[in-house]
């Protein structure tokens, strides 16, 4: 998958010298939780790591330390960075708009003339009590 | 049957609508499935009176179905058949401007069969038809309720004009029109001005058809001024709705989405029925969704996709797109850790027939967060199926991943005890990565475990012949040898080979070490069973090596010197097994050592120190070391520790229930002192008397049994204890007889034991 580093060439990317996005500490992708996107390399997961035990320190904010250093553990090493890669939910593929839309029907369809004209007398009826026949036996 | 009509027409014959009988009318859910054989046999039994009668009584209450199956069962000759055309006419207009206008139309036309003279029945078919778009059929009907005359030959002149225009015919040249008022004349004249483009309309048409010729003509805004005086003045709720549905369309050729949407939904509301204002309605919702999505609004994008679904339930692209919402609200709720919906909505896309790879593989994700590994192992091997093959392919995986990926799918059957498939998928993990040890491992450690121990062998030699040095693979090959009970000692040698090379590798594995002892251990047991003493110790002493401080390996070195009449060791291993122990079962250990070799007064001086050193023990450590002596036929010291434990005891222990309950299977008498002691002590006297009655009943004292089963239950009654109200019952039964046990089992619906017991009976006497 190309969201999983093993198969792209991380190791050309440019590295970010800080998070790419803001750090969601309740979410289930240790990526979000750091504040980067997926492809992050392990530099960029030791420095936005490091950068948030700034933030929430284990004195300070215990809870919200735990989470990030779960997220970290999840990622700061190769061999855990590509079991979590390979296991870790992936958006949907990019979607792609119809090529061809439906053609909308406008024009006029003398039909709508007898169907009205069919709403007239016992064509547009549907209640018929009055026709059943008298019960007899 | 299927009866084709054809030309000409004869008014009195059946034949002439395309008749369906109502005997292969389809079984619908209101219409019941018939048992032949079943209803041959009611027919035996019911008079052709009492069916009559049966089908009348559900006529009346409207069952008309039930009505038509009764007379149906009737002797052709006997049949109601003017009942039975009635019931077919009244379930067919219920149906046909109900549930089901083509079911409706064949009852009608059983019923106009049965009755071919009566013209009510062929009027209302002609209707049917004629609303269903069959306007030939239709016309051909009608054609002959007018030859009856009547009422119903005057109430088809109009349907039968308008029959003939949309059959490309002018009413006006036919012997009907005069019967036509003249109102039905002028709305036909200005109708047959739609059957030839340019439409010239007379200008006292209606104005909604004037409005929609100028549509025609392109002439929209004339057209929207007249559709809105339409909508305002006194129309009718057909005329309404099409002028919405008109309008709707002047605003989509201005590309007005909005507006074309809320006038084609007020056409639905107003009741316009047309595949056009669907297909266009759905069509609209389905670009609102697009656009909604690829702007990120995925919660809009879902319902207008919803609406586009509710309008085309089956168009392919609609899914397509509500499949990718689901799945992109599913991604966001699981990056929100709520996987509870993110099953949801991927459960939902893979039921919209979008199953892919990453769909797959991320509700495999889910379903293991929820638990459901069997689920889960099923997902990943549904994702591993779908797996791209092309390696340009963004998803493409290489060989470890997809043997890891089947790892997982393994790991999830483990979860979910499926073993036979935990073999089966670390087999598919093993196929795309064969140098992959760990996942060789695991498929042993799998085989170990479902006891297929020659298999598991197969496998780590195959694994030690890649990597003759991998302990991990030693250590299970060696479990894999020890644990099988059929192999020969010297299959079963093999284990001491494989963990001590483990060891050699690693002196410092703990888990060879462990398994070494165990080994020792075991072996020493053997000559201990057999009063090898002297080569039971060499094998303790190896054990001990391996496992130092290992407190019951220690007692019976003791003991084993003991035997041996080496004092001297045997001591000093009594004193080093009671300088080691800590907790109550290592002290348990020692003196049950002690007992085995007779020294009765050592073990009482052991309970001394043991007191001393971590005060009052629990008192069914004091019943339990006890019923070690009981066991062995050691009576006279038993009582002297069960005086022990009754002294010690707490009055919250029930310590004579306790003994007495322990005692029932080992020595009655005694059971017997101890509950009477423990009735005296008012401990438990309910929980006493449903013992004692066991008891008397097991020594054949049926009324001593009965009188103690009274006292309990007037007890668990009276003490409102429903647990021992229940046991009571039970003991009842099962101390009665053969017969009670029995009756009890089939009152609690043993269904399960009585019918293996049934079986064996029936397997037992089969030849019989």
């Known amino acids: 998958m190309t969201d999983h580093p093993q198969q792209s060439d991380i190791s050309n990317r440019q590295e970010r010298n800080t998070p790419t996005r803001q750090a969601d500490l309740t979410s289930a992708d240790p990526y979000a939780v750091l504040g980067l996107e997926r492809r992050a390399s392990l530099s960029e997961v030791k420095r936005a790591y490091f950068n948030l035990v700034r933030q929430y320190s284990p004195e300070t904010n215990p809870e919200a330390f735990k989470l990030v250093r779960s997220a970290y553990e999840k990622l700061n090493s190769a061999e855990s960075k590509t079991e979590t890669d390979l296991f870790l939910f992936q958006p949907p593929p990019p979607w792609e708009a119809r090529k061809r839309r439906r053609k909308l029907e406008l024009a006029f369809d003398p039909q709508d003339i007898w169907l009205l004209l069919q709403s007239h007398g016992d064509l547009g009826c549907s209640s018929f009590d009055d026709d059943f026949r008298p019960l007899q036996g | ?768």
Request: one cysteine or more; proline letters at 4%.
């Open chain 2, 1 to 768: 049957m299927l009866k084709s009509y054809s030309a000409p027409i004869d008014p009195k014959s059946s034949a002439m609508y395309n008749i369906v009988s109502a005997s292969t009318l389809p079984q619908s859910d209101e219409m019941p499935k018939k048992n032949k054989s079943h209803n041959k046999q009611k027919n035996f039994d019911q008079g052709t009176a009492s069916l009559t009668a049966n089908g009348l009584k559900a006529f009346r209450q409207n069952d008309l179905e039930k009505a038509l199956a009764s007379w149906e069962k009737i002797s052709a000759s006997q049949r109601p058949v003017k009942l039975i055309a009635e019931a077919h006419f009244r379930r067919g207009l219920g149906l046909f401007y109900g549930s089901d206008p083509q079911i409706g139309l064949i009852h009608l036309q059983s019923a106009a069969t049965d009755q071919p003279q009566d013209p009510c029945y062929s009027y209302h078919v002609g209707l049917a038809k004629h609303r269903l778009g069959d306007i030939p059929g239709a016309l051909a009907v009608y054609q002959i309720v007018r030859q009856f005359g009547g009422p119903y030959a005057a109430r088809s002149a109009y349907p039968l004009a308008l029959a003939l225009l949309q059959n490309g015919q002018d009413p006006a040249t036919t012997p009907v029109w005069s019967e036509l008022t003249s109102s039905e004349q002028s709305m036909l004249c200005s109708a047959n001005a739609f059957r030839r483009r340019p439409y010239h309309l007379p200008p006292e048409s209606p104005l909604l058809w004037r409005s929609l010729a100028a549509f025609d003509a392109g002439d929209h805004s004339q057209a929207e001024a007249s559709l809105d005086l339409v909508s305002a003045g006194s129309a009718t709720a057909e005329e309404i709705s099409l002028s919405h549905f008109y309008r709707g369309m002047i605003a989509a050729k201005t590309e007005n989405w909005d507006k074309a949407r809320r006038e084609w939904e007020a056409a639905r509301i107003a009741g316009l029925r047309s595949p056009r204002l669907d297909s266009n309605l759905a069509e609209i919702y389905h670009r609102r969704a697009e656009e909604l999505l690829l702007q990120g609004d995925a919660q809009t994008a879902l319902a207008a996709a919803g609406e586009a679904k509710r309008l085309r339930p089956d168009d392919k692209p609609i899914n397509e797109l509500l499949a990718q919402i689901h799945q992109l609200l599913g991604y966001r709720a699981a990056a929100a850790n709520h996987w509870e919906e993110a099953q949801s909505h991927w459960e939902t896309a893979v039921g919209l027939d979008a199953a892919s790879f990453r769909l797959t593989y991320n509700l495999a994700l889910a379903y293991e967060r929820s638990g459901s590994y069997l689920l889960a192992g099923q997902t990943w091997r549904e994702a591993l199926r779908r797996r791209p093959r092309s390696a340009d392919h963004s998803d493409a995986l290489g060989d470890d991943q997809v043997a890891r990926l089947w790892q997982r799918a393994a790991e999830c059957y483990r979860q979910a005890g499926e073993f036979e498939e935990v073999g089966r998928t670390y087999q598919q993990a093993i196929k795309w990565a064969p140098e992959n040890l760990a996942v060789r491992l695991a498929l042993a450690e799998n085989l170990i475990n479902e006891g297929r121990l020659q298999a598991a062998r197969n496998e780590l030699d195959r694994l030690l012949e890649r990597s003759p040095n991998h302990i991990p693979a030693l250590l299970r090959l060696g479990e894999a040898y020890f644990r099988d009970e059929d192999a020969p000692w010297y299959i079963k040698a093999q284990a001491k080979w494989c963990w001590e090379k483990a060891l050699a590798l690693e002196p410092k594995n703990l888990q060879a070490r462990q398994l070494l002892a165990e080994w020792y251990f075991d072996q020493a047991e053997i000559d201990y069973s057999w009063d090898r003493y002297a080569e039971a110790v060499e094998d303790y002493q190896q054990a001990l090596d391996f496992r130092p401080n290992h407190l019951e390996t220690i007692a019976y070195l003791a003991e084993c010197f003991f035997h041996l009449k080496d004092e001297v060791k045997g001591e000093a291993f009594s004193r080093q097994a009671m300088a080691h122990a800590a907790t109550l079962e290592e002290f348990a250990c020692i003196i049950v050592m002690w007992f085995r070799i007779g020294r009765f007064e050592r073990a009482w001086e052991t309970l001394t120190l043991v007191e001393g050193r971590i005060g009052k023990a629990p008192v069914d450590f004091y019943v339990s070391m006890a019923f070690q002596l009981l066991e062995n036929q050691q009576k006279e010291n038993a009582i002297r520790w069960l005086q022990y434990a009754v002294q010690k005891a707490n009055p919250e222990d029930n310590v004579y229930v306790m003994i007495g309950e322990m005692a029932m299977n080992i020595d009655v008498h005694l059971s017997m002192e101890y509950l009477k002691k423990g009735l005296e002590a008012g401990q438990m006297p309910g929980q006493v008397h449903l013992l004692m009655a066991v008891l008397e009943a097991r020594q054949g004292n049926k009324s001593a049994s009965k009188m103690h089963l009274s006292e309990a239950d007037r007890i668990a009654r009276r003490t409102k204890d429903a647990d021992l109200v229940e046991r009571v019952k039970v003991a009842r039964a099962v101390t009665s007889d053969a017969g009670g046990l029995l009756h009890h089992l089939m009152s609690m619906g043993e269904s399960s034991l009585l019918e293996d017991l049934l079986n064996d009976f029936d397997e037992e006497f089969d030849d019989d």
